[in-house]
């Protein structure tokens, strides 16, 4: 088992920048595939960032370049850093981590979640 718990989220104004922090406990999540999901109210989750055991990244397009995505194994710890914030980035985020050998990017595919963090951003 592996519990999951988020912090960092907060009101921002646009342009603005937050860090979030998943911190994993129960068992190392070192060799788990960790990711960031986001669900706005009325709206699926959505994947937003993910990184495999050994580093590799993957990005949502509508985050590429603004966000990004990183882990600590020393400390079982994965960081979502989030720079120019729009309203639409609005949503809570969840953490996740996956017994998968690949790096899935469904939230289907993922085995543990966090309870998420609020992130508001205001125009």
């Known amino acids: 088992q592996v519990q999951l718990v988020e912090s960092g989220g907060g009101l921002v104004q646009a342009g603005g920048s937050l860090r979030l922090s998943c911190a994993a406990s129960g068992r190392t999540s070192s060799n788990l595939h960790m990711g960031w999901f986001r669900q706005a109210p009325g709206k699926e989750r959505e994947f937003v960032a993910a990184?495999?055991?050994?580093?590799?990244?993957a990005y949502a397009d509508s985050v590429k370049g603004r966000f990004t995505i990183s882990r600590d194994n020393a400390k079982n710890t994965v960081y979502l850093h989030m720079n120019s914030l729009k309203p639409d980035d609005t949503a809570v985020y969840y953490c996740?981590?996956?017994?998968?050998?690949?790096?899935?990017?469904?939230?289907?595919?993922?085995?543990?979640w966090g309870q998420g963090t609020q992130v508001t951003v205001s125009s």
């Open positions: 990184i495999s055991w050994n580093g590799g990244t």
């Open positions: 996740a981590a996956t017994i998968y050998s690949t790096m899935p990017l469904s939230p289907a595919m993922y085995n543990y």
